[in-house]
């Protein structure tokens, strides 16, 4: 996620290369950034936020409480954290990093070509000047929403966070029934991306309901008809409605655990209104407002 996010950044011109400096510790890996992007890598997570005023915090959850101690005393008030760490709830993020000014967020891979969408929460410390530059950087990843709950960015986290998953593996059972059938699977595969990325461009113009769309193509004893008696047999939208929520649940899960990681490690977790553990049931179903 965090080269997705470098190569949109660079090809929207958002910035330059010699203004963006990523960190890792394996030197094979700088090298490749080095060449792929022409930005400047360093070893050291520190070294790497000296003189920035936006830290991208893309890791997984599991080392935040490792690099939050490395860069804890390092961290000035003005800088601004953007994390795209899932499940990090800001509660967990301010209690490892020491640090208030931050922007929750969940992009998706599509990010690189700039047909990314990402749905972010800033803190009540983080200024509107620093919410403006987090608009200005995720924008140059595709569309953002900026929500004033934070729960929707967990939400988000299982539908358009984790949704290219979904969408590839579909392609991919397409493809594979396609070569069943009996096409070369080069011809699979362009039938299947076409069709899709169609399909997808269709309903972004029409504006119609998918179900109007579908019900256009689906003739009383006709193809699509068949077909849609299998799937429906098949319990498709359950499958669907059940693999989001599991996605959901594994988010929420992995805040909780942040959070009370932060409670054994300084003995203090304070929880924000709205950020808690009620909702991770399909009868709970949280809401709140969405900004464009």
Not at 15 to 20: G, N
Not at 118 to 132: K, N
Not at 150 to 157: C, G, N, P, Q, S
């Amino acid at each position: 996620m965090a080269e997705a996010m470098i190569a949109g950044l660079l090809r929207g011109r958002l910035v330059e290369p010699d203004q963006v400096t990523a960190s890792h510790p394996r030197l094979e890996r700088r090298q490749e950034l080095e060449r792929e992007y022409g930005i400047r890598t360093v070893p050291d997570n520190v070294q790497a936020i000296d003189e920035v005023d936006v830290i991208l915090l893309a890791i997984k959850p599991q080392m935040l409480s490792r690099v939050g101690g490395e860069l804890r005393q390092h961290l000035r008030p003005g800088q601004l954290v953007l994390s795209v760490i899932a499940g990090a709830t800001t509660v967990a993020l301010e209690g490892f990093l020491g640090h208030r000014r931050i922007v929750r967020s969940m992009p998706n891979t599509p990010a690189r070509l700039g047909r990314g969408m990402t749905v972010w929460f800033a803190t009540p410390d983080t200024t509107e000047e620093q919410r403006s530059q987090a608009r200005a950087l995720l924008q140059a990843l595709g569309t953002e929403l900026e929500v004033d709950d934070e729960k929707f960015v967990a939400m988000a986290t299982a539908v358009s966070g984790t949704g290219p998953t979904y969408v590839f593996l579909v392609m991919e059972a397409l493809i594979d029934a396609a070569v069943h059938l009996g096409f070369p699977r080069h011809v699979a595969h362009d039938l299947v991306i076409e069709t899709l990325e169609g399909s997808t461009a269709f309903a972004k113009h029409s504006g119609d309901h998918p179900a109007v769309l579908r019900n256009m193509v689906t003739s009383p004893g006709g193809t699509s008809a068949a077909a849609l008696h299998e799937l429906e047999s098949g319990r498709l939208r359950t499958v669907f409605s059940e693999a989001v929520w599991a996605a959901y649940r594994r988010t929420v899960e992995l805040g909780e655990q942040l959070e009370a990681s932060v409670e054994r490690e300084t003995g203090t977790v304070t929880r924000r209104a709205g950020v808690g553990r009620q909702h991770d049931q399909p009868g709970n179903r949280p809401a709140g407002r969405a900004r464009h």
